[in-house]
């Protein structure tokens, strides 16, 4: 009796209202970002979706590319969605997974100035306590500034194909190869805001775009990851932290190519903050060169459109000038056409509709377009325990004194994979529920 089907136009009526309401509260906007895509099922797929660079479903190969999509701020939760964890008595693996896959950190800010240009390449780092020992700055191979520095560079051509080649390539491939790859951007200089000294710039594609600023500062002698491509390269490396017991024997620094320490100690080769604890100069640092303390996150917002008949149909339609506007509450469902051909071809088969554009144009008016795309169905998942209290209610997606009686939920049952997708997705959407007035828990 309490039996809920997302695919039931009664059931979709409450996930677009739902819709509706985040878009009034900007939980929702429309973007043109890069998206995993999978070519054989010829649609878009979540992060979360793609495993190991396959599409989860069928396996293929996913590729990267430019696309537009409606998406939820799901990145607005994610503070709360790490911080709220330590009230819930779960697994440790279960909120160590979410911690992980949110990827929040905390570092600093810090501007290099190129040589000879009024342009600043902007980095992240959670080590400002090395900034003396940066020997190189590396640019993710998507970073705008590439292009605006082209009449600098001296070998474009060679930065170009670079590029090129790094595009067909999945992010979470970039991530997790041990191959670092990269081309010099000679002809442009950096300069250290610490001490002044000159330093190369780089394109690399173990940096990614999405995280930080896209941009790094190198420091091979206390990050394995500048190390192993300062060494393919040929490029220096200073050491400026001694841990404890290397500090007390020797304050300068041993001349080593293989020397590599990533934890905290002492200062040395770093001007008026030798012999200071690395831990407590980073503020000072940020703050001597102008910089400024921040948070990053791994995670991005979510994306839901879809380029299949599966699925709620995005309530969306368009002016004959192209504006978006939400459908009315009266118009909900907006229900799936049946006259679509399913064959996949990239777009949407709802694209294909005639019955669709006609029903538009009816209700709105001539030159009225549908949206064509349909939700991700995880969409419908994030908050299917509230229908069950209440699924025969059609004035609302529950009652409150079924939601005052049953929830919050108890126990939730599901596959380890979900820690990273569906229960991530549904306590961003409960949390999202909550701040707009409509559930208490």
Known sequence: SREVNTTDPAYYKWTQWMFNQFLKHDLVYRDITRVNWCPKDQTILANEQVVDGKCERCGADTVQREQPQWML????????????LDK???????????????????????DFKIKDTDKSISVFTTRADTLFGVTYVVLAPEHNLIS????????????????DTTKKKLE???????????????????????????VPVWVADYVLAGYGTGAVMAVPAHDERDFEFAKKYNLPRKEVVRGVADFIQNKEEIPNPDYLYEGPGFLINSGSFNTRDSEEVKGEITRLVGGKIVKTYRLRDWGISRQRYW??????????????????????????????D???????????????????????????????ETMDT???????????LDNKNKDSFANKESLDAWMPIDLYMGGAEHTTMHLLYSRFWVKAMHDLGLVKD
């Open 88 to 110: 819930l008595k779960w697994p440790d693996a279960i909120k160590e997974s979410q911690k992980n896959w949110i990827g929040r950190s905390e570092g600093s800010e810090i």
């Open 378 to 388: 995880f969409v419908d998942s994030s908050w299917y325990f509230y229908r069950y």
């Open 73 to 84: 701020r799901i990145t607005k939760y994610a503070d709360r969605l790490i911080d709220d």
């Open 311 to 340: 699925g709620t149909p995005i309530p969306i339609v368009y002016d004959p000038d192209g504006k978006a506007h939400p459908v009315p509450d009266e118009h909900l469902p907006w229900i799936l056409p049946t006259d679509v």
């Open 148 to 163: 605006e520095l082209l009449s600098k560079i001296e070998n474009k051509v060679e930065i170009e194909e670079y590029i």
């Open 342 to 372: 399913h064959t996949p071809d990239g777009t949407s088969p709802l694209a294909r509709s005639k019955e669709l554009f006609e029903r538009t144009e009816k209700i709105f008016g001539k030159g009225w377009k549908p949206e064509v």
């Open 172 to 198: 979470l491939e970039r991530q997790q190869s041990k191959e670092k790859t990269g081309v010099e951007l000679k002809g442009v200089v950096a300069i250290n805001p610490a001490n002044g000294e000159e």
